[in-house]
């Protein structure tokens, strides 16, 4: 149980294009999903917490234009990268917290490598 | 401030040797702690996880963690490493609502025969 998928898993798009990767949960309900990005050789770094029906919550330094997020349902969330440029190359990995349950686990997605030409 | 701190960046062992990797938090609530694995261009495994109880926690593929709230560590073990062991490893600690979670800075893992 509690799997969380990501598509694509990797992307190449041109600069200046826009990039949306897919976050589901597959066998449970999500109101909370996370987005982070990971650049190589280093941790992961929260960008934005998405509640389903509500606007994200991004962290400090992220550009909420650029990086659009969208949680229309409690099995889906959207990442769009918009104009991307080859800065944003990055692997972005989802999570999600099940509605039922403790809240304090989080289960990932297995990652979206996206590289900008 | 809320942080995790993984001293080793990178460590090499043996094939068949004990490991430990360490892990320390700084959290102002309780903490409940996680272990993650990650092999290159993959995503995030649960090794184990603690949220009280017994400090010492048993995780899959062999591995253990033991909680010291004195210490404010929570470090891997490992009795014998196998190649397929190698891999990136990160520390976390999260809130109760499950709101915020901290990765430490991950410790690389190689695994010679």
């Known amino acids: 149980g509690a799997v969380v998928s990501q598509h694509p898993s990797w992307v190449i798009c041109k600069s200046g294009t826009s990039v949306k990767i897919e976050c589901r949960s597959l066998?449970?309900?999500?109101?909370?999903m996370f987005w982070y990005r990971q650049f190589p050789k280093q941790s992961l770094m929260l960008m934005a917490t998405?509640?389903?029906?509500?606007?994200?919550?991004?962290e400090q330094g992220v550009e909420k234009d650029k990086f659009l997020i969208n949680h229309a349902s409690l099995t889906l969330s959207t990442l769009t990268v918009t104009s991307a440029h080859p800065e944003d190359s990055s692997f972005y990995i989802c999570?999600?917290?099940?509605?039922?349950?403790?809240?304090?686990?989080?289960?990932f997605g297995p990652g979206t490598r996206l590289t900008v030409t | 401030a809320q942080s995790v701190t993984q001293p080793d960046i990178h460590i090499t062992v043996s094939e068949g040797a004990s490991l430990e990797l360490r892990c320390n938090y700084s959290?102002?609530?309780?903490?409940?702690l996680f272990w993650y694995v990650q092999s290159p261009g993959q995503g995030l495994q649960l090794l184990l996880k603690?949220?009280?109880?017994?400090?010492l926690v048993q995780g899959i593929k062999g591995f253990e963690a033991e909680f010291k709230r004195s210490q404010s560590s929570f470090n891997l073990r490992k009795p014998s490493v196998h190649w397929s062991d190698a891999a990136e490893y990160f520390c976390?600690?999260?809130?109760?609502?499950?709101?915020?979670?901290?990765f430490g800075t991950g410790t690389s893992l190689t695994v010679i025969p």
């Open positions: 999570s999600a917290r099940s509605t039922e349950g403790p809240g304090y686990e989080q289960y």
């Open positions: 066998d449970f309900q999500a109101t909370t």
């Open positions: 998405s509640n389903e029906g509500s606007k994200a919550t991004y």
């Open positions: 959290y102002g609530a309780t903490p409940y």
């Open positions: 603690y949220f009280s109880g017994d400090t």
């Open positions: 976390a600690v999260g809130a109760w609502s499950g709101n915020q979670f901290y």
